[in-house]
């Protein structure tokens, strides 16, 4: 593998474009950036344990009670301390999906089914998922899935919430890109949330605040809210992280923009990538999964160009690259470079 087992820019390698983190092409809004900085001066203290004026603007922002929303050092975190606190015994995940789901279940001892996507209809969710949810206690989903980009239908999402509180089965849904498409509000799972539902939200990729770490778990129930927020470290978010957080609660100009761009520069990059040959999935977040040579990174990387290899996602071998969305001037750099490596 290239670049470890995550996106992101690794220090060693000689790279001017990294397209294997995706994150938002407009970088950090400059006033999240500044709030940030402004909260180091209480880097002196405790931050709050409990995020509380974060976890406010969140229950104004969804109309939900603080009480179902707890804060984290990032989606990981939030991942890890969910399985952690509730300990389901087996659980349903789809692949390929993001592989710290797999990794955390296994940690806490829990049983892994996997319910492969199919390629041919392009990874898409369907529902005949829905069959085979009895029997866990829970199942994870994203919407958009990492690494395919594909939401899954609000009907069909409804539909898995449904039989999951049917079948006595939590629902964990990943939500960490939808802030990246036209509609999240359609698309999410509050649309049918109920005691059963778990969504994962994340400040992460939609606002470019990586290396601050900040996430949010929304419950259908306060009291699996209480057993999470009891699970796991106690000081979780920094000062600094929160600060960032509240800010940017309130750029939503800054979300319809970025989302405008990734949707622009996403349809140019599936044009470019079909113009070129290569075989692409339908994406409707800030990356896209491809499909090439096997030695297609290594070429790239003499390009100084960094892609994510997607060879440690359960059914997905070393020719499939996921690639971000990245700002145009960026984007035909890559579709150039990846031009000269394929006729090379």
């Not at 400059?30 to 509380?52: H, K, L, T």
């Not at 829905?130 to 990492?146: A, K």
Request: charged share 25%.
């Amino acid at each position: 593998m290239l670049n470890g087992k995550h996106g992101g820019n690794d220090l060693s390698l000689d790279i001017q474009h990294d397209f294997s983190a995706n994150l938002s092409p407009l970088g950090m809004p400059e006033r999240v950036r500044q709030a940030a900085v402004d909260s180091v001066v209480y880097s002196d203290r405790y931050p709050d344990p409990m995020c509380g004026e974060l976890r406010e603007k969140l229950s104004e922002k969804y109309g939900i009670s603080a009480d179902n929303i707890v804060c984290g050092n990032g989606a990981d975190d939030l991942i890890y301390r969910t399985v952690s606190a509730l300990k389901p015994n087996t659980t349903l995940i789809v692949s390929p999906a993001f592989s710290e789901y797999k990794k955390a279940l296994a940690e806490n001892g829990c049983k892994v089914h996997e319910y492969t996507l199919s390629e041919e209809n392009g990874f898409e969710v369907t529902e005949d998922i829905i069959s085979h949810i009895s029997g866990n206690d829970m199942v994870f989903l994203c919407t958009p899935n990492n690494p395919t980009g594909r939401v899954i239908a609000s009907d069909v999402l409804g539909k898995i919430s449904c039989e999951c509180q049917n079948a006595g089965a939590l629902l964990f849904c990943d939500e960490s890109f939808i802030g990246f498409t036209d509609s999240a509000e359609k698309l999410s799972a509050m649309n049918c949330m109920n005691d059963k539902t778990i969504i994962l939200r994340s400040f992460t990729k939609l606002y470019a605040m990586a290396g601050l770490r900040l996430g949010y778990v929304i419950c259908g129930d306060k009291y699996i809210a209480e057993k999470i927020a009891c699970t796991g470290q106690y000081w979780s978010v920094s000062a600094p992280a929160q600060g960032a957080g509240i800010a940017a609660l309130d750029e939503e100009g800054y979300v319809r923009k970025a989302a405008e761009l990734v949707k622009n520069e996403r349809e140019y990059l599936q044009k470019e990538l079909h113009d070129l040959g290569i075989k692409y999935y339908n994406s409707d977040a800030n990356f896209i999964l491809f499909k090439s040579d096997e030695k297609l990174g290594e070429s790239m990387l003499k390009e100084k160009i960094l892609l994510r290899c997607c060879d440690d996602y359960s059914g997905l071998d070393g020719s499939f690259y996921r690639i971000a969305v990245k700002t145009h001037e960026e984007n035909e750099v890559f579709i150039s470079a990846l031009g000269r490596c394929l006729n090379g």
